[in-house]
């Protein structure tokens, strides 16, 4: 398969396998009409070759694993799929599926396909859903931001996938890959990670900024999570981070993220109105996934897309909508402000840099109420010296 070629317009049709909708009709446990898989079919055949006018989300499926120096074909997204169209409808949404990534002749090839799929779809202002595969194709996706100095990524995951030492990319160092390559990363954040398999060590190897919580503080507030992924352009989400006993894999892991948890985050992310790209990965950990991680996998892409649905689409430098709070504190020359959506409840805060640029960034309440004690957040002095660096 060739190489994408950077362009303004992309035929992307060769690239994929299409998607067979007939196959998946008598799978549905109601009127094919009412379900998932009829809204994204009757966008999918309307498409005119070449021409994705309109489009909010478009569907990708990756489906091959890479392990060690080969790659293996999987069945998982055409399985996801199964799942996946089978849940209902969720009334009017432009979204499509172009099917599965044609494999190259390489890991290389395909991480390269994968990035420069995003990378369109990202300039259409299409949210593109990756899923099937193994975690390492993240690095292909990350790859498609490289020259976004701004860049924010998330994964959510039981581990920290980084290594020393020369290897060859996987699922388990894909991160060390990432950071090597995106050295000014500006920010990354991992959620759900598990202490016991995580040394403190470990997030000394990683870049940018970063919002890191583990699954026992996610636990406590789910919540915090949020304005993480608010300001995230790129979530992946590992099944590993979930209990075994909510999606059975071979780490066997007794610990993890719960179903409805796991459900939530997705729909925080799916709401979030920076995010390009989510992507699911790990469904093939071990033997091929049974029907409960199936399942599961296919709900989470289901509340993503309930999150997407309910945008807010409104930015607090437009200031129609938002309630506007100026702190002052001692240490600082200048005032804090903070606005809040006054429908949604969600908060920004805003930076300015040393060049004048004014930047607004996800936050919570209680970064407000930090400051409101006087005390200058943590968070809003990060992203003040990391933008400062960037605009030098």
């Given at each position: 398969?060739?190489?994408?070629?950077?362009?303004?317009?992309?035929?992307?049709?060769?690239?994929?396998?299409?998607?067979?909708?007939?196959?998946?009709?008598?799978?549905?446990?109601?009127?094919?009409?009412?379900?998932?898989?009829?809204?994204?079919?009757?966008?999918?055949?309307?498409?005119?070759?070449?021409?994705?006018?309109?489009?909010?989300?478009?569907?990708?499926?990756?489906?091959?694993?890479?392990?060690?120096?080969?790659?293996?074909?999987?069945?998982?997204?055409?399985?996801?799929?199964?799942?996946?169209?089978?849940?209902?409808?969720?009334?009017?949404?432009?979204?499509?599926?172009?099917?599965?990534?044609?494999?190259?002749?390489?890991?290389?090839?395909?991480?390269?396909?994968?990035?420069?799929?995003?990378?369109?779809?990202?300039?259409?202002?299409?949210?593109?859903?990756?899923?099937?595969?193994?975690?390492?194709?993240?690095?292909?996706?990350?790859?498609?931001?490289?020259?976004?100095?701004?860049?924010?990524?998330?994964?959510?995951?039981?581990?920290?996938?980084?290594?020393?030492?020369?290897?060859?990319?996987?699922?388990?160092?894909?991160?060390?890959?990432?950071?090597?390559?995106?050295?000014?990363?500006?920010?990354?954040?991992?959620?759900?990670?598990?202490?016991?398999?995580?040394?403190?060590?470990?997030?000394?190897?990683?870049?940018?900024?970063?919002?890191?919580?583990?699954?026992?503080?996610?636990?406590?507030?789910?919540?915090?999570?949020?304005?993480?992924?608010?300001?995230?352009?790129?979530?992946?989400?590992?099944?590993?981070?979930?209990?075994?006993?909510?999606?059975?894999?071979?780490?066997?892991?007794?610990?993890?993220?719960?179903?409805?948890?796991a459900c939530q985050l997705m729909k925080y992310a799916g709401a979030s109105n920076r995010?390009?790209?989510?992507?699911?990965?790990?469904?093939?950990?071990?033997?091929?996934?049974?029907?409960?991680?199936?399942?599961?996998?296919?709900?989470?892409?289901?509340?993503?897309?309930?999150?997407?649905?309910?945008?807010?689409?409104?930015?607090?430098?437009?200031?129609?909508?938002?309630?506007?709070?100026?702190?002052?504190?001692?240490?600082?020359?200048?005032?804090?402000?903070?606005?809040?959506?006054?429908?949604?409840?969600?908060?920004?805060?805003?930076?300015?840099?040393?060049?004048?640029?004014?930047?607004?960034?996800?936050?919570?309440?209680?970064?407000?109420?930090?400051?409101?004690?006087?005390?200058?957040?943590?968070?809003?002095?990060?992203?003040?010296?990391?933008?400062?660096?960037?605009?030098?």
């Amino acid at each position: 398969m060739p190489l994408f070629l950077k362009a303004k317009k992309m035929n992307l049709f060769p690239y994929f396998d299409a998607v067979d909708f007939s196959q998946y009709v008598d799978d549905v446990p109601f009127a094919w009409k009412y379900s998932m898989g009829a809204t994204i079919e009757k966008n999918t055949v309307k498409l005119q070759e070449g021409r994705l006018k309109n489009i909010e989300l478009a569907i990708v499926g990756v489906p091959f694993n890479s392990k060690h120096d080969d790659f293996k074909r999987t069945a998982t997204p055409d399985k996801l799929r199964k799942a996946f169209y089978g849940l209902a409808g969720v009334g009017k949404l432009n979204i499509i599926d172009l099917g599965n990534l044609k494999a190259s002749t390489s890991h290389k090839g395909n991480y390269l396909a994968l990035r420069d799929v995003v990378d369109y779809l990202s300039e259409l202002d299409i949210v593109t859903i990756v899923f099937g595969g193994s975690q390492d194709y993240s690095y292909g996706i990350c790859q498609a931001f490289q020259s976004n100095p701004f860049f924010s990524f998330s994964t959510i995951d039981a581990f920290l996938d980084v290594k020393k030492g020369v290897e060859s990319l996987s699922s388990t160092n894909y991160l060390s890959q990432v950071f090597k390559a995106l050295p000014d990363l500006f920010q990354f954040n991992l959620l759900a990670y598990q202490s016991h398999y995580v040394p403190d060590v470990y997030f000394e190897k990683t870049k940018g900024i970063g919002v890191h919580l583990r699954l026992g503080k996610l636990r406590d507030n789910i919540a915090d999570a949020e304005p993480v992924l608010r300001n995230s352009d790129f979530l992946t989400f590992d099944m590993a981070a979930l209990k075994s006993s909510e999606a059975p894999n071979s780490l066997n892991l007794p610990n993890g993220l719960y179903a409805d948890e796991a459900c939530q985050l997705m729909k925080y992310a799916g709401a979030s109105n920076r995010l390009k790209v989510f992507g699911l990965f790990g469904l093939n950990i071990g033997e091929e996934p049974g029907e409960l991680s199936l399942n599961l996998a296919a709900q989470l892409v289901w509340y993503f897309v309930q999150g997407y649905l309910i945008r807010d689409r409104r930015e607090p430098e437009q200031g129609d909508g938002f309630s506007v709070y100026s702190v002052e504190i001692p240490e600082l020359p200048a005032p804090l402000v903070f606005y809040k959506n006054d429908t949604t409840g969600q908060w920004w805060v805003q930076v300015q840099a040393i060049n004048n640029e004014t930047r607004y960034f996800a936050c919570s309440e209680k970064d407000y109420e930090v400051a409101s004690s006087n005390e200058i957040p943590e968070l809003w002095l990060k992203y003040v010296q990391k933008t400062d660096e960037i605009v030098k």
